[in-house]
């Protein structure tokens, strides 16, 4: 009987995994992308005074980065964009494609005196490795809602690796308990739907699965990206949400414009 139990188990777990491949397979999955353009004359960034290691430090060109804007594109950098779940919601089915980052390594660095990146995604399935790769001593504060809070003094070229199995609802902030000045954000989630804009302002979230879901949009200094204009016509997003509709292809929203006023 035990033989047979554990035969027909088997067989279970066989007919399973046969029909999740099945549905996977069925799925279909599209891509999201976009732009974010400052709608004004670019800000200037400007030097961050440097209070600590002034002999080191003041050699790494140090400029704020609490809103960085390419002055000729006007792209806005730094915008978080990921695929938001309601609590007590499942996450989304995810794409064979992810599962070669599934445990992968995530590197925060404190080198020439800040935080890079300065904006960091890390699924609750891989590791942060922390490290700091400069001369002098560092530190990294990770100020966590959900997980437990990092608090760490690195010497030079020291590192350690930190875990958080639990997604986070918004952006953690990354500081140093030394510099005062360095600092960044964490955001941890328990699927890999979320992107980051580059120096130009473009973002690409790839094999997302089809149908519609609820995105949310966020920047350390405007906070939620409520306010929003797309083909010329203004639009209020209630907290930084918006709902797409994801097709088996591209899904562009186009130039996002985001108002001065707002940051």
């Known amino acids: 009987m035990k033989a047979y139990c554990n035969r027909l188990a088997a067989c279970c777990m066989f007919f399973l995994g046969t029909l999740f491949i099945s549905c996977l397979q069925a799925q279909e999955w599209g891509n999201l992308t976009g732009r974010f353009l400052y709608a004004g004359e670019p800000p200037v960034r400007q030097p961050i005074e440097i209070t600590k290691d002034k002999e080191y430090?003041?050699?790494?060109?140090?400029?704020e980065e609490d809103l960085v804007v390419d002055a000729k594109t006007k792209g806005v950098a730094n915008?978080?964009?990921?695929?938001?779940?309601?609590?007590?919601?499942?996450?989304?089915?995810?794409h064979p494609a992810y599962a070669k980052t599934d445990q992968a390594t995530v590197i925060i660095d404190s080198e020439e005196c800040r935080v890079k990146p300065h904006v960091s995604l890390l699924r609750t399935s891989q590791t942060l490795l922390i490290r700091n790769t400069d001369s002098i001593g560092d530190g990294l504060?990770?100020?966590?809602?959900?997980?437990?809070?990092?608090?760490?003094?690195?010497?030079?070229?020291?590192e350690m690796t930190r875990r958080f199995p639990k997604p986070e609802r918004l952006p953690a902030p990354v500081s140093c308990p030394i510099h005062p000045w360095e600092s960044g954000w964490l955001l941890v989630l328990q699927h890999p739907y979320m992107a980051v804009s580059d120096t130009e302002g473009r973002f690409e979230i790839k094999n997302i699965p089809a149908g519609k879901w609820t995105f949310q949009f966020w920047q350390e200094r405007?906070?939620?990206?409520?306010?929003?204009?797309?083909?010329?016509?203004?639009?209020?997003?209630?907290?930084?949400?918006?709902?797409?509709d994801i097709s088996a292809e591209t899904t562009d929203l186009g130039p996002i414009e985001l108002a001065p006023e707002i940051f």
């Open 222 to 244: 405007a906070g939620y990206l409520d306010q929003v204009k797309m083909a010329g016509k203004s639009q209020s997003w209630r907290r930084g949400r918006l709902e797409i």
């Open 79 to 94: 915008v978080i964009v990921w695929l938001y779940v309601a609590k007590r919601k499942p996450p989304p089915p995810v």
């Open 141 to 158: 504060k990770i100020d966590a809602f959900r997980n437990s809070s990092v608090n760490l003094l690195l010497g030079p070229n020291a």
């Open 57 to 63: 430090c003041g050699k790494c060109n140090l400029l």
